[in-house]
């Protein structure tokens, strides 16, 4: 599976940006998917994750309700709604493949992604 991602840009504060990541090759929907972001300076972080559909989605905390992950799998396209940007948003995000495994209740985790896409840069200015 490859992954493009695309949609960063310079935005300022309380601005609306949305990233997209186009996978091609392989089985789109067998994988659950993944944004992350890597900051100057600072680790790669969990941003969002997303299963089937939207209600499997689940976010960190500095980003709930304020960016939302959504999927197409007619397009093979995931998608992150970023609402409400801070300058804190400012990061490199990637986005990312896996295979989920759920558990009896519903839930799901995704120990190992597989497929990464290459990058897009997000800046806030204040």
């Known amino acids: 599976v490859q992954l493009q991602a695309s949609g960063g840009g310079l935005v300022q504060a309380g601005d609306s940006l949305r990233l997209s990541c186009a996978a091609s090759?392989?089985?789109?929907?067998?994988?659950?998917m993944a944004w992350f972001r890597q900051a100057p300076g600072k680790v790669r972080e969990f941003v969002a994750r997303?299963?089937?559909?939207?209600?499997?989605?689940h976010y960190a905390d500095s980003v709930k309700g304020r960016f939302t992950i959504s999927r197409d799998n007619g397009k093979k396209t995931v998608y992150l709604q970023m609402n409400s940007v801070k300058p804190e948003d400012t990061a490199v995000y990637y986005c990312?493949?896996?295979?989920?495994?759920?558990?009896?209740?519903?839930?799901?985790?995704?120990?190992?992604?597989?497929?990464w896409g290459q990058g897009t840069l997000v800046t806030v200015s204040s």
């Open positions: 990312a493949a896996g295979r989920p495994i759920f558990s009896n209740g519903g839930e799901y985790t995704i120990p190992e992604y597989d497929y």
């Open positions: 090759g392989g089985n789109f929907n067998l994988y659950g």
């Open positions: 997303i299963a089937w559909s939207d209600l499997t989605a």
